[in-house]
């Protein structure tokens, strides 16, 4: 079992920066991936990143490459996403979520956070 509890979001204007986290609480090492996913009013959940914990890969949607960045920190068992030069176009209600493979897939995904909104107004 992993428990998932994020935290960071927020409203902000364009440009501005927010950092998002995700503290793994349970058995986390027991996955290999976390992940941040994304959705808007009205459309799909969508891949933002993912970061594998035992050496640090990640990936970016196309979108906020340039922009965001993820990182995890062993100890604390969180992972963050670092998200800078915002746009209204990432005003979504972010969740994490840990799984065991390296994939855009949400269906991959077994545990889930319940999510924290972020609103960027221009």
């Known amino acids: 079992q992993v428990q998932l509890v994020e935290s960071g979001g927020g409203s902000v204007q364009t440009g501005e920066s927010l950092r998002l986290s995700c503290v793994a609480s349970g058995r986390p090492f027991g996955r290999k991936v976390v992940a941040w996913f994304r959705q808007a009013p009205g459309k799909e959940r969508a891949l933002v990143s993912y970061i594998t914990w035992s050496d640090g890969i990640t990936e970016y949607a196309d979108s906020v490459k340039g922009r965001f960045s993820i990182s995890r920190d062993l100890v604390k068992q969180t992972v963050y996403l670092q998200m800078n030069d915002l746009k209204p176009e990432d005003t979504a209600l972010y969740s994490c979520?840990?799984?065991?493979?390296?994939?855009?897939?949400?269906?991959?995904?077994?545990?889930w956070g319940q999510g924290t909104q972020v609103t960027v107004s221009s």
């Open positions: 979520a840990t799984g065991l493979y390296m994939t855009e897939r949400q269906s991959s995904y077994d545990y």
